[in-house]
């Protein structure tokens, strides 16, 4: 699986979009952007993944070069309870499942 | 709330000690995860079962043993504990049936904290 690159960390004002960036340059063709996300010491939570389309869910959206080769997690309209570790993960979708290979994640602070 | 259960939420033990911790997957998950999380080496996959049977092998050291039995739920042995054992245990589930299909996402129980003293 490839391997992903992430800001360590980054703020964001309540009621504003927080814009998470992820680099994953050597990601191939039938690996997918999976985001999770961490609100301390809970499990993981996922939030949202795609193959090559943007893709929006009740939770944020997500934006993948045509290139592939980065991704941009947005949270359209960020409250506190979205302060979180943020992981960008880049896996192959297997029809019998496959680890998940976290990296630091992004900490996102959201602030009043 | 995601669905997937864990016991206990807490376990306090000592070295040399054994312990089980008890995941229970969403309805109809095939696949459980285990994943370890600890202060120095972050969140780290462990093992995958998929309907009974191991299927995949990460960082898990010799003396960890899971299975998973045949109503779906799983259970973590972990023996002679050593203190660098303490750590957030978290299971994981997942459909699993289609490949490039929405259903692989995992969903995470809310884990259990090991605390070996």
């Known amino acids: 699986d490839a391997k992903t690159t992430q800001p360590t960390s980054m703020d964001c004002a309540e009621g504003r979009a927080a814009n998470l960036p992820c680099n994953h340059s050597?990601?191939?063709?039938?690996?997918?952007v999976y985001w999770y996300r961490q609100i301390h010491s809970q499990g993981p939570q996922y939030i949202i993944h795609?193959?090559?389309n943007n893709e929006t869910n009740e939770m944020a959206s997500l934006i993948i070069t045509e290139d592939r080769k980065s991704s941009t997690l947005i949270l359209p309209h960020a409250t506190l309870r979205d302060t979180a570790v943020y992981y960008c993960?880049?896996?192959?979708?297997?029809?019998?499942?496959?680890?998940?290979?976290f990296g630091q994640g992004t900490e996102l602070s959201v602030k009043p | 709330d995601s669905g997937v259960t864990q016991t206990p939420k807490h376990l306090i033990t000592a070295t040399g000690q054994r312990v089980t911790l008890r995941c229970s997957p969403r309805?109809?998950?095939?696949?459980v995860y285990w994943y370890q999380q600890s202060l120095d080496q972050g969140l780290q996959f462990l093992i995958q079962?998929?309907?009974?049977?191991?299927?995949a092998k990460g960082n898990i050291l010799e003396r960890f043993s899971a299975q998973q039995f045949p109503d779906l739920h799983s259970e973590l042995n972990l023996s002679s504990l050593e203190l660098g054992d303490s750590a957030l245990y978290f299971c994981?589930?997942?459909?699993?049936?289609?490949?490039?299909?929405?259903?692989?996402?995992?969903?995470f129980g809310p884990g259990t904290r090991l605390t070996v003293l």
């Open positions: 795609g193959l090559k």
């Open positions: 309805s109809g998950d095939l696949s």
């Open positions: 050597t990601i191939s063709g039938n690996e997918y």
């Open positions: 079962y998929y309907n009974g049977e191991e299927r």
């Open positions: 994981a589930s997942s459909v699993d049936r289609l490949a490039g299909s929405s259903y692989n996402e995992q969903f």
């Open positions: 993960i880049v896996r192959r979708s297997y029809n019998q499942g496959g680890k998940l290979i």
